[in-house]
């Protein structure tokens, strides 16, 4: 089976802040570079989002919650907060690491 999937407004406003992050705190080269890493990354959950693990605040909601982790090199820095729909996976949020759960 392959899904949709789509970005909640908000999800792709934290997308965008994140990378304007990288661009100012890191470099413009290295923000373009973790920015389509992380929507090719989030494009792979297409196929089987199953085979990413209930998010922290997963028993919260009434509805099942998934994360994806993303960094540049080998230790994540962000996560996608997402559930999976009948036919979409919808992204809720994008979320750095450090950050409380939602």
Known sequence: MSYR???TDQAREELDQACTWWGENRSPAQAVRWYNGFIEVLQSLAKSPERCPL???NDAFPYELRQLAYGLGR????RAVF???PDMVLVLRIRHLAQRPI
């Open 55 to 57: 998010a922290a605040e």
């Open 83 to 85: 559930t999976i729909r």
């Open 5 to 7: 999937v789509a970005l």
């Open 75 to 78: 230790k994540p820095t962000h």
